[in-house]
């Protein structure tokens, strides 16, 4: 019977015990965690000062919390999971601060009875130059300045009194304790969060672009960092103390990153610049087989490699060489199909031509433009040795084949010649070209006709394509068929002439004057003037250069003179007028630089910087153009068109792009043919007709030559 007992009284101790350990802790019954201490402030100061600990581990419950400074009990002012707020007992000494939770114990460090005392730091973060304050009691001092540091490097101590300091926060100081020191002693307050950012990476994209801000001080959750470009706030989808990931916001503009935490702004040293869409010009080739090297130019790439991502048929290809601003390339991978090809720079992205996965593709077209009767070089490969197994169109006209082998064809640009699309085909096999083959290049309508001046002799066109040339007494009309006839003489020294609607106008020393196209000419009563050259609106009115004094607009009929606030002006280089009023103009014979005044505003330098001409394509941020450009001219798109005489060269700029291209570059002689072996001399002026077609007054050659574009 007592054997039973026994076993029964097991079992209802063991059911008692699997009981109360199964039951569910009540509020004060909770596990305590690890018990740790990361940070103690102020670890001075007098009896009553409020000490904070921070750590983990800590009861929410006050009474289960214990500690003692040198071993005397301190009330515990308030208590959560990982702060503890207590007081300093009257009676204890300088010692040990000690925490006991749960059962576990743990040594905090020292505190010091004295009459110095770091109580309060605010903000608790900031960037290199922002000023905290430092409250407190015991600042004062009569022996020696009082010092501050953050994170022990040395503040600069802005103000002070016994209970207030405001210091500036030092570069450099990263995230550490704030200590103040005064007459040998030291107190020290709560971890002051340094505030960087180092650097940010892209430092060029758009709208979405994916923006890695680097550098230190940064909030763990996302929502606490607020990141802006200018005004315009981005999305953070990551965030780590060095690291913030952001998305470019919509309206994004060119701009520094700022970053605010709590209240606290920190700006980046460098920019990010919004660039335009990136842009596929030419794929070559656009067909081929397994390993071809494929070459993708355009505009606006990044020369950082891990920047450019390249995908045909929706899988990226790694670059085969490091990028430019303006090629990318990569070799055809095997099992990966044909397909679109895509770009992506910094997460802005641009969908190009298909290519074709097979053996027959085009390479490179030499010359890429030119007139009928032109030697033409196709390279690729899958070309047939057989002339008649191969079949070239430009814009589908049949061209004749003069050499074949499987990697060249050498061909004659069809007499039908337009621009357009050029083909071979070899069997059920089609390839494109990279580019449309160009009916281009460059004829002479006249020679020799008169004598020319660089710096006034001038060229216009009229509705029905007749050209009119002046020199410094007479105006020459040249038909389109190079037939010149004097159409005005006996002026005393003309320096400018332009035409709208058909009636020219010329401006002498100092009178303008109207010439019809059948020789009648006219005084424009005007105020005084004293023109360089001139260029009519579409209303009529006429402005001028006129040295440092500028652009002067003269406003018909009533001749009132008005300067428009662009600063010097080149007298030798055409201005251009656009629809709006906008005026462009160079500002300087030797310099590489165009003015742009907007209506009602100042002249602003565009393009180019002082001292700094050359030659070089792309945004106008960083486009060079050579010094002493001769003339700048709208077409019918609205772009403007600069003929850039140093570099012999006559670029667009698109207004709306803000991108400059080049139509034409050439070297300096006189020869007709195509744009890559045509010459031409120093070149006075230009002037477009209804088809895009450019004419250039040739001083050297005293001609006047046709640039074809189409």
């Known amino acids: 019977m007592n054997t039973i007992q026994h076993i029964i009284s097991l079992a209802l101790l063991s059911a008692l015990l699997l009981f109360f350990s199964c039951k569910k802790d009540g509020p004060g019954d909770e596990v305590s965690a690890n018990l740790s201490v990361e940070h103690y402030f102020p670890n001075s100061g007098k009896a009553g000062t409020l000490v904070t600990i921070k750590g983990t581990g800590f009861s929410e419950n006050i009474e289960e919390n214990i500690v003692e400074f040198a071993g005397v009990r301190a009330e515990v002012f308030s208590a959560q999971s990982t702060s503890l707020v207590v007081v300093a007992p009257e009676a204890a000494t300088t010692g040990k601060l000690t925490v006991k939770t749960g059962g576990q114990a743990i040594e905090v460090g020292n505190y010091t009875y004295q009459r110095l005392s770091l109580k309060r730091v605010w903000p608790a973060n900031g960037p290199a130059g922002s000023n905290i304050r430092i409250a407190g009691e015991g600042f004062g001092s009569l022996q020696q300045p009082t010092r501050v540091t953050i994170n022990d490097s040395t503040a600069l101590v802005v103000n002070i009194s016994d209970t207030l300091i405001v210091a500036k926060v030092p570069a450099g100081a990263g995230t550490g304790a704030v200590k103040v020191f005064v007459d040998n002693m030291v107190s020290i307050g709560e971890i002051f969060t340094y505030q960087e950012i180092k650097s940010i990476k892209p430092l060029t994209g758009g709208k979405g672009t994916k923006i890695t801000i680097s550098g230190e001080g940064f909030e763990s959750v996302k929502e606490n960092n607020k990141v802006y470009f200018n005004d315009k706030q981005a999305t953070v989808i990551e965030a780590t103390p060095k690291q913030l990931v952001v998305i470019a916001p919509e309206g994004i503009e060119s701009n520094k990153a700022s970053v605010i935490i709590n209240g606290q702004k920190t700006v980046s040293a460098a920019i990010f610049s919004v660039v335009p869409l990136p842009k596929i010009a030419a794929v070559s080739p656009l067909s081929g087989p397994v390993g071809s090297i494929i070459t993708i130019k355009g505009s ?76 033409i070089t196709i390279q690729g490969s899958g070309f047939s040795k057989d002339l008649l197994g191969n079949i070239v169109s430009f814009n589908g006209v049949r061209a004749q084949i003069i050499s074949a082998s499987e990697s060249v064809l050498k ?72 037939v010149s006839a004097i159409l005005a003489t006996g ?175 050439v070297e300096r002689g006189f020869a007709d043919g195509d744009l890559s072996s045509a010459k031409w001399g120093i070149i006075s002026d230009i002037t477009i007709d209804k088809e895009g077609n450019i004419y250039l007054l040739d001083v050297t050659g005293s001609a006047i030559r046709k640039v074809i574009f189409k």
């Open 491 to 665: 002026f005393t020294g003309i320096m400018g002439m332009d035409i709208m609607n058909d009636v020219i106008y010329v401006v002498e020393s100092t009178v303008a004057k109207k010439v019809t196209l059948n020789g009648q000419v006219t005084t424009i009563p005007t105020a005084a003037i004293a023109p360089r050259g001139i260029t009519v609106d579409k209303n009529g009115n006429f402005y001028y250069p006129n040295s440092w004094n500028g652009i002067l607009k003269v406003t018909l009929p009533t001749g009132t003179v008005q300067n428009m606030n662009t600063g010097g002006a080149s007298d030798k280089c055409r201005i251009a007028i656009a629809a709006d009023g906008t005026i462009y103009h160079s500002s300087d014979d030797y310099q590489g630089m165009i003015t742009r005044t907007l209506p009602g505003g100042r002249g602003v330098n565009w393009i180019g910087q002082y001292e700094r001409y050359g030659y070089q394509d792309g945004p106008i941020s960083t486009a060079q153009i050579g010094y002493g450009p001769a003339a700048l001219k709208l077409n019918a798109q609205g772009n403007l068109i600069i003929m850039d005489s140093n570099n012999n060269a006559i670029r667009e700029v698109n207004l709306q792009e803000q991108m400059i291209s080049t139509l034409a570059k």
């Open 300 to 375: 606006t790439f990044s020369t950082v490699k891990d920047e450019n991502k390249v995908l045909i048929n929706g899988k990226e290809i790694p670059l085969e060489t490091n990028p430019s601003s303006t090629e990318l390339v990569v070799r055809y991978p095997a099992n990966i199909g044909s397909g679109k090809i895509e770009v992506l720079v910094n997460d802005q992205k641009v969908v190009g031509p298909e290519f074709v996965n097979q053996e027959l593709g085009i390479t490179k077209v030499s010359p890429e433009s030119g007139l009928a009767g032109t030697e």
């Open 411 to 482: 061909v004659i640009a069809p007499p039908m010649l337009s621009t357009g699309p050029l083909n071979v085909q070899v069997g059920n096999l089609s390839a494109r070209a990279p580019l449309a083959f160009r009916r281009s290049g460059v004829t002479t309508v006249a020679k020799g006709f008169m004598t020319l001046d660089y710096n006034y002799s001038k060229i216009v066109i009229d509705s029905k394509g007749n050209l009119y040339v002046n020199n410094l007494t007479s105006i020459m009309k040249v038909t389109p068929e190079g």
